[in-house]
């Protein structure tokens, strides 16, 4: 008789309770002394690894990003809600498709500034309506054009937004927010931003990576702004990535719901230091964007779509339900 | 037509840390009724945390220093969630500037620890509950001590909080404390309810609100008093 290697769970942790036989007398007698027990733990181990996670996705139709349908385009979700008990919004968003094209734009207003908000708003309708002027005039984007036009596309956006706070007489610096531009194009993917947040594609084998590096210091929540933009720090604020290669996904986010979706920060035992690894959770967002593909095939209506991922956003999860921050998650995928 | 909610798993991060620095007197004046009202309080306190269920036990270090003849680490700053908190007890005199000097020491090093280990954090608190006044040895100190705290809220370094119990003397408090955070006066010796007032707001905070908005959000009613210089 020969077994193979069973674990026991005791007392609520596995292992390392291991029996291996190798058809010797004393292992044989061991199993049969222990065979009642042994049953009855292999029978929970069959029953728990049948049993959704606590907390899981149970019987959420699960359809492979593989088949959403070519023809479909872009598909996408969006939503920006107010925190916890917070008496109002001050992210804004935009998701603009054109052609092949998908520009994802997220601005996270200050909390502590009185004109956030405003800023946050006036920063995504202008970066939007430029960015869509750019690709229906069929601008090339490389490397290059890329660095060159985003960079001075947010600078003229802050220079727009300084104007405004002048003819309205509010100081400035009360119209703090951050901002990303994500864009997809055809054959590439391309990020600017300034501050925090988090941006990611989908690549060709089919993981999700980081496009941006967030503006981050060791104080939790400080970042850097728009209003901070001038000409001699476009370069240092201003980062850009630009992937020459097709992506299937996008995502942007205000750094609200960061915590729920990213790997942002995991105990480094060799360097013996807390880092931040920068990794979008490919189980969190395959999951997501799976469940959208299977809407889509279904042909769910995008004001649907939008309210449910809303839904989502505001207490999804229990992390979401109770974050104060405000939470933007923007989602694309195309066939 | 009814469509099913969206569902995922949350990812586990590190949690950033908040510290705060209780610096308590545990002068002769605080036997009784005051001392034992303070123990429970902070027992309440901790039991609120653990059973936080945005995992505040989880983000708040806390940090315990009493100040009498002598200033004592009772606590360094752990997690709140595993700090074996045993009840304080009185003696002697009130050495408070020392107290508070090594409150905001023990954040201050905390702060240089978490950044050494790459540890993100909000703001560190030192919260000093007293019902005196300095030591006279220790009153011509007290323009100095305003200085250090003056400076340590401007330049975002800790906020200071003090909390006078009956028959502290406000005016001190008054003026070490920065206009940011006025000093507040007990209501008794509601120390329970003091607590849970820091306990919400210090949740509020550690999940990202702006202090001043976290401490106008939960009401301070049950365990403020009130006071006039």
Request: aromatic fraction near 8%; include cysteine.
């Amino acid at each position: 008789m020969s077994r193979s290697v069973i674990q026991l769970k005791v007392n609520q942790s596995w292992g390392p309770f291991v029996i291996k036989c190798i058809d010797c007398v004393s292992h044989l007698n061991v199993i049969k002394q222990h065979e009642a027990r042994i049953a009855e733990l292999e029978s929970m181990v069959a029953e728990l690894t049948q049993r959704p996670a606590k907390g899981g996705v149970t019987d959420q139709p699960l359809v492979p990003i593989d088949d959403m349908p070519p023809d479909s385009g872009w598909v996408h979700l969006k939503a920006s809600v107010q925190g916890f008990r917070k008496p109002f919004l001050q992210d804004a968003h935009d998701l603009v498709i054109e052609g092949e094209n998908a520009v994802l734009i997220v601005c996270d207003g200050a909390g502590s500034l009185k004109h956030s908000k405003v800023g946050a708003d006036f920063v995504v309708k202008h970066l939007s309506s430029k960015f869509l002027e750019l690709i229906k005039a069929g601008e090339v984007f490389n490397q290059e054009s890329w660095r060159e036009r985003a960079r001075s596309l947010f600078l003229e956006a802050t220079q727009a937004l300084k104007a405004k706070s002048q003819t309205d007489r509010h100081n400035f610096s009360d119209f703090g927010c951050t901002c990303i531009v994500v864009l997809a194009g055809p054959d590439f993917v391309a990020c600017a931003h300034v501050g925090d947040g988090r941006a990611g594609y989908l690549d060709a084998s089919g993981h999700w990576r980081a496009l941006m590096t967030p503006h981050k210091g060791a104080l939790a929540n400080s970042t850097v702004f728009m209003t901070m933009l001038e000409p001699a720090s476009l370069e240092q604020l201003v980062r850009v990535t630009f992937i020459p290669a097709r992506t299937r996904a996008v995502v942007a986010l205000s750094d609200g719901p960061e915590d729920v979706c990213w790997k942002v920060s995991t105990f480094d035992p060799s360097g013996q230091k807390v880092i931040d690894p920068n990794q979008p959770s490919n189980e969190f967002l395959g999951k997501i964007a799976n469940q959208l593909v299977a809407y889509t095939v279904k042909n769910v209506p995008q004001e649907k779509l939008d309210k449910l991922w809303q839904d989502f956003l505001t207490e999804g999860t229990p992390k979401l339900k109770t974050q104060v921050d405000d939470k933007t998650l923007l989602l694309a995928l195309r066939g | 037509m009814y469509e099913k909610p969206f569902e995922a798993e949350e990812v586990q991060n590190y949690s950033q840390k908040c510290c705060v620095a209780l610096v308590l007197d545990t002068s002769s004046s605080m036997a009784g009724e005051s001392i034992d009202q303070l123990n429970f309080g902070i027992q309440s306190f901790l039991k609120e945390i653990r059973a936080d269920t945005a995992n505040l036990g989880q983000k708040l270090e806390l940090g315990i220093i009493t100040f009498d003849t002598a200033v004592t680490r009772v606590f360094e700053p752990q997690l709140a969630e595993s700090l074996n908190f045993k009840p304080l007890t009185v003696n002697g005199t009130t050495m408070m500037i020392d107290g508070v000097r090594e409150g905001i020491k023990m954040v201050i090093q905390r702060k240089e620890w978490y950044k050494r280990t790459g540890q993100t954090y909000f703001r560190p608190w030192v919260i000093m509950i007293t019902d005196g006044d300095p030591d006279s040895v220790q009153q011509g100190e007290l323009p100095r001590l305003a200085a250090e705290i003056r400076q340590g809220m401007d330049d975002e370094d800790f906020w200071f909080m003090a909390i006078g119990v009956t028959g502290a003397k406000m005016s001190t408090l008054e003026f070490i404390s920065h206009e940011k955070m006025e000093p507040r006066k007990l209501s008794g010796l509601k120390f329970s309810e003091f607590f849970r007032w820091l306990s919400s707001t210090i949740a509020d905070v550690a999940k990202g609100q702006n202090v001043s908005d976290a401490m106008k959000k939960n009401s301070d009613d049950a365990w403020d008093g009130g006071f006039k210089i």
